[in-house]
Nanobody, 135 residues
Framework: QLQLVESGGGLVQPVGSLRLSCAASGFTFDYYAIGWFRQAPVKEREGVSCISLSDGIAYSRDPVKGRFTISRDTAKNTVYLQMNSLKPEDTAVYYC????????????????????????????WGKGTLVTVSS
């Protein structure tokens, strides 16, 4: 069973940077979508960014475009979220989530669905890491 472990959260000042890591193990599918989602206090969980693990095609929602970059290191089975120009409204628990599929187009579709619709199809979740942006 797929396991995901996040790291890299912490306290950072506004306009600062952080890099989150998501280490994955226990793969059972040939292809995976791995994404970052966040939940701020008293707010609903929302998608941030997602990547197709095999080909690196990535997607991000508008609030983080130009500031956050998702990437992967297939040798290390790790997905990263580089967060720059952080704002107080980025404060949240950040979760890594994943779902396997039988083709690259399938997992790309999983990213798109989970980020841009109300239907989150990610079946595996990490425990989360807290990011606090405050002066």
């Amino acid at each position: 069973q797929l396991q995901l472990v996040e790291s890299g959260g912490g306290l950072v000042q506004p306009v600062g940077s952080l890099r989150l890591s998501c280490a994955a193990s226990g793969f059972t599918f040939d292809y995976y979508a791995i994404g970052w989602f966040r939940q701020a206090p008293v707010k609903e969980r929302e998608g941030v960014s997602c990547i197709s693990l095999s080909d690196g095609i990535a997607y991000s929602r508008d609030p983080v475009k130009g500031r956050f970059t998702i990437s992967r290191d297939t040798a290390k089975n790790t997905v990263y979220l580089q967060m720059n120009s952080l704002k107080p409204e980025d404060t949240a628990v950040y979760y890594c989530a994943a779902q396997g599929g039988d083709s690259i187009p399938t997992v790309q579709g999983m990213c798109i669905t989970s980020l841009f619709s109300d239907d989150n199809v990610m079946g595996y979740w990490g425990k989360g890491t807290l990011v606090t942006v405050s002066s």
